[in-house]
């Protein structure tokens, strides 16, 4: 945890420390991260004061990029006992961002160190961390653990980019229109391409009996990516209206114009129908609409004006948030960023501008069950359903997957100074979630590579089927020799019901 004052004793980031399970510690429970952009397009039209006809219209555009970025660490205790000595809880992350586009903007990344001992650390006295509440059996799939028994020791957000307009190869903060205005260009209405790149690496640390006690639990994870193609995603969200196609339009009456720069003007003029909801939700607040749509309508069409110059008062605004979660299936396998990730953890929603106060927090699925959390029967919100699949989770039993009876952290039994045996064989935590080493009889290699796959974390099918269960197998018969000089298996013909019993643990 200090400063390493020899290269030998630095931390590598997502390489564990820890190689072993014991019951009754609280643990890392997952890791959130939301990233909000808001990508606005304002076009000021140029018209001679005199009209005459089309001639002589141009058009420029204002592109207004903002970045936020915000993140919440878990911690769970999944015992069904409260922690009873005082806790030390430190997280703390470094988070590098890089925004670019395909028209010059390409800065260096921008790292941020978040939490840490001022802004990531929290001392919790004896019992502060209260039992779940869980156990079974459970009469309701809604039934959910006790809040008091989760704890987050890192909440925090940051402003990665203030609203902001590119001017050459560079971002200026929106707080000069009129001068941002003249340093662009006329007739250059060419849609940039933004995209968003974001790495996180964590650490997490609950230490017994304060900053100074016996570490419990600690996680150092690296390669907590998230990549965002903000104008793929504006098209895919938010592009009811048609706003944002890129498609340029030839002979348009001023200039080459992409379809969606069209579609803003005549949304404009009011040739286009709309709501007061479609125009409140980019940017301009309701009952404005119609005066609006007069002002510019006249200023676009009338013979004569007192000004050459006007905004387009319709001005599109694609909000998006994309929420990123790691979460435990089982609270025990949690050390490395695999063992965290599944494969619906992305979610990419559009955010209307007049729906602002009700924007989903990072915390939104915290104090809870989260949604990965999958012991045998499946247990709580989620039961009986499959995101991955679409429909009903068909492996709430399935024995390949986890350890029959197992529903809770408390239901662990595990070896404790025991001398070596098959006996307890069975006992051992196999590192992956609600298993332990897999002697049972059926290969989901066999039946379903894509649950494993899942079930892991291992979303590449090479590593997925080296670290399957049925690997175990090799592991068993290693330890065969290790248990004496005389093989434990018998003949099928020894009669002795005895020497059975003590080959078969009775």
Known sequence: IAAAPAQSQRNIFGVPWIVGAKKGFPNLNQIAMQSVSQMTRKILVYRPLTRNGWTDYHAKQMFVVGISNSLAVEIWNSYNTAYPRPLYVQADCKLTVQLTNDLGYAPSPVTFNLGGVLGGATNLSAGALTNTGLMPPLTSASRQPRVQSFMLPLLTNVIVLPDSVQIGNSMFMVNDSTALWNSLPWDDLTPPHWGLSISDQLRCFVIDGGPNGRVVDYVQLSHLDAARDLTQESL?????????????????????????????????????????????????????????????????????????????????????????????????????????????????????????????????????????????????????????????????????????????????????????????????????????????????????????????GSLNALIATNTAPISDWPLAALLISLLGTNSPSLSVNNPSTNAWLGVLDG
């Open 236 to 456: 895919a969200i938010a592009n009811r209206l048609d706003v944002w196609t890129l498609t340029n339009i030839v002979g348009t009456y001023w200039a080459t114009m992409p379809r969606g720069v069209i579609q803003q003007i005549n949304i404009s003029q009011g040739s286009v129908p709309t709501t007061a909801t479609d125009w409140s939700d980019n940017g301009l607040a309701a009952g404005t609409k119609a005066s609006a749509i007069a002002n510019f309508f006249a200023f676009m069409t009338s013979p004569t004006i007192t000004s050459n110059t006007m905004q387009a008062p319709f001005t599109p605004t694609a909000k998006i948030r994309q929420m990123t979660q790691w979460q435990a299936n089982d609270p025990l396998v949690h050390y490395l960023t695999e063992d965290l990730t599944y494969p619906d953890n992305v979610t990419n929603a559009l955010v209307p501008m007049s729906a602002l106060a009700s924007m989903p927090k990072v915390t939104s699925g915290m104090y809870r069950l989260n949604e990965r959390f999958s012991p045998w029967g499946g247990f709580g919100p989620k039961t009986g359903w499959d995101p991955f699949y679409g429909g009903p989770d068909v492996h709430l039993f399935d024995t390949a997957l986890k350890d029959p009876l197992v529903m809770v952290s408390d239901h662990w039994d595990f070896p404790s100074n025991q001398p070596l045996s098959f006996s307890w064989l069975g006992q051992v935590h196999r590192g992956t979630p609600w298993q332990t080493i897999y002697l049972k009889s059926a290969n989901i290699l066999g039946t379903d590579l894509i649950a494993w796959m899942k079930w892991s």
